[in-house]
């Protein structure tokens, strides 16, 4: 590949709303990225039990936990619709999958990829479950230990289904002085021959962590987006606005994958 992959991570700051999420869609094309992404989850599975009714203030008022988490995931309709949008846009899409049930429904949709994302990685059922999709998968490595990201690994590679692995931090937003993006390289190292591509997912409130991963041979990097960084939103603070972005994919753009 010519330069590095820019994934451009909608997360929840599309507030469960379509019409954000395309907005979101078309600004990301225009930035420059080349890939947008969802995250998609079973609520009930994916929030504890004893957790559903919890209080929470959100940017639709009080309500519990478990509400909240639907009115943020987006439905099948919603899909069938983002796709068609980033069709038109000439933009490439896919999602991070949270528990099989959700892997299951988005077979339908037929996407070049999913993504595991750190939290799941020590659910070795899970792992075997992505990895019998048939779809090819990324996984990022923030909330997981050596141990955990090698038994991750090995388990993905027994089918070559692990073509992206990225170095995380998982702090929102990530301290600068705290990401380490020198692992980059050590994962490359560790893991050739098991993993394809290597590369950077990116929770710092600068676009430069990312643009910097690019020079230490990051062959993907992905960021949050969001339209507004003061609106109320989880991910908003670890996310970058249109300007931002724009100037992650041109400098990334400028860095030849030869370097």
């Not at 209080?55 to 909240?68: A, C, H, N, Q, V």
């Not at 309709?77 to 949270?98: H, L, N, P």
């Amino acid at each position: 590949m010519s330069k590095a992959l820019v994934v451009s991570e909608l997360s929840v700051n599309h507030q469960g709303s379509l019409v954000t999420a395309i907005e979101m869609i078309k600004k990301s094309k225009m930035a420059g990225c080349d890939f947008v992404k969802t995250q998609t989850r079973t609520v009930s599975l994916s929030v504890p039990e004893n957790e559903w009714n919890d209080i929470r203030d959100t940017p639709f008022g009080e309500m519990s936990k478990l509400d909240y988490r639907k009115r943020m995931e987006l439905s099948d309709i919603d899909y069938a619709q983002i796709i068609k949008v980033c069709r038109q846009e000439g933009i490439g899409f896919f999602t991070s999958i949270w528990d099989i049930t959700a892997l299951e429904r988005m077979k339908q949709f037929d996407l070049p990829y999913i993504k595991i994302p750190s939290a799941r990685v020590t659910d070795l059922s899970f792992l075997e479950a992505c990895r019998d999709s048939g779809t090819p998968l990324i996984m990022s490595s923030g909330l997981c230990s050596q141990d955990e990201l090698d038994t991750a690994v090995n388990l993905l590679s027994t089918n070559h289904s692990l073509r992206y692995l990225l170095h995380c931090h998982s702090g929102y937003p990530a301290p600068v002085d705290e990401l380490n993006l020198s692992y980059i390289k050590e994962m490359r190292r560790r893991y050739q021959g098991k993993v394809m591509y290597f590369g950077y997912s990116n929770h710092a409130t600068s676009p430069y962590p990312a643009i910097y991963s690019a020079l230490l041979g990051a062959d993907m990097i992905e960021a949050h987006f969001v339209l507004d960084r003061a609106a109320k939103s989880t991910d908003a603070a670890a996310s970058l606005e249109f300007h931002g972005m724009e100037l992650l994919c041109r400098e990334v753009g400028l860095i030849p994958k030869e370097l």
